[in-house]
């Protein structure tokens, strides 16, 4: 009779050996996407923090217009306001009027687009109806229209505008997402099993439609900001208040670029292009996804990128 032992540190052969280097899955486009938030993130906290820590915009001195100094960092205007007390507040009203067109325009579009796709029949016959007739609608024509008979705009109306006018193609893209969704077996199987419509709704349809509304709210805040720059360049905008469209109006018309006062029109044109961009660059890791073929080719150019760079290398080589 033989007996076998086994030793303390014996390893059975079923057992996994722990591989010594474990990957960390980072998420896709990380470098996009921490790029738009810091930038993004940094605009928003100036434009939360910045007006309380500099003067009265609308205070009028006998300095004149003078370039940046100590005392005035971003210089001052013809009549002596300080520009940089003026685009503190003018992001914080250009961000506030971002913010209203975002928030309406997820819930006019979730509301026309996934409620009534999911419920179906006239209901979805009515509300893509009255999403196309929206989708048609110009929007300058009708901010021109309340211009002429509403003198004193605020950024709440002229918001409200943009978002009226914006939402439907929103609307439409979500619409054709959930009536994928809707044929889906997972759907099709909770509704044999008797869930209640409200529950599948939010619970096996909506999850899967966050990326998409995400992408679709930094879209309509990127519309809502630029909008309203342009508005108020034409002098369409929001009346007695600040943002990036007011101030870009009143620099032109100060004759700000004709007299060489670049401290006037440079920094609401940068906050614009940078905000813009950061968004942009959200927008597009969002796009990538919610689509792994987009995050497929990025890969596939960037490793095409790499192999041009070693065959240059090695036809420099063999040149030498």
């Known amino acids: 009779m033989t007996l076998t032992t086994q030793t303390a540190d014996a390893v059975p052969a079923d057992t996994p050996v722990p591989s010594k280097k474990r990957r960390i899955a980072l998420p896709p486009m990380t470098g996009k996407l921490a790029a738009g938030l810091i930038i993004g993130g940094a605009i928003v906290l100036f434009g939360l923090i910045g007006p309380l820590f500099v003067q ?28 940089l007390a003026q685009l503190a507040y003018a992001t914080r009203g250009s961000l506030l009027v971002g913010l209203i067109v975002g928030v309406l325009t997820l819930i006019l579009s979730s509301f026309f687009g996934i409620v009534g796709a999911y419920a179906g029949g006239w209901v979805d016959e009515s509300f893509s109806l009255f999403t196309n007739i929206m989708l048609v609608i110009p929007g300058l024509p009708v901010v021109i229209v309340i211009s002429a008979y509403v003198p004193d705009k605020s950024i709440l109306l002229v918001s409200v505008v943009l978002a009226i006018t914006s939402w439907a193609g929103s609307a439409r893209v979500l619409r054709g997402s959930t009536l994928s ?7 099709l199987a909770c509704r044999v099993a008797g869930e209640k419509r409200w529950r599948i709704l939010f619970v096996e349809i909506l999850p899967n439609l966050v990326p998409l509304l995400a992408s679709q709210v930094v879209f309509a805040v ?11 360049y034409l002098g369409l905008g929001a009346s007695g208040s600040f943002t990036w469209g007011t101030m870009l109006y009143y ?15 440079v920094p609401p044109g940068l906050m614009l292009a940078l905000f813009g961009a950061a968004l ?6 969002i796009d990538e996804i919610i689509n792994p073929k987009l995050r497929n080719q990025t890969r596939a150019a960037r490793r095409g990128w790499r192999m041009s760079k070693a065959q240059l290398r090695k036809a420099k080589e063999s040149t030498l």
Not at 56 to 80: C, F, M
Not at 181 to 187: A, G, T
Not at 222 to 232: D, K, N, R, V, Y
Not at 280 to 285: E, G, K, Q, R, V
């Open 56 to 83: 009265d915009p609308s205070t009028v001195s006998d300095i004149g217009l003078a370039g940046p100094s100590s005392e005035h960092l971003l210089g001052t205007t013809q009549t002596g306001q300080d520009v």
């Open 181 to 187: 969704l809707r044929s889906r077996d997972y759907v």
């Open 222 to 232: 990127i519309f809502a900001i630029l909008g309203e720059a342009g508005l108020s």
């Open 251 to 265: 620099a032109q018309n100060g004759l700000a670029l004709r007299l060489g006062a670049w401290w006037w029109f």
């Open 280 to 285: 942009s660059l959200i927008n597009f890791s």
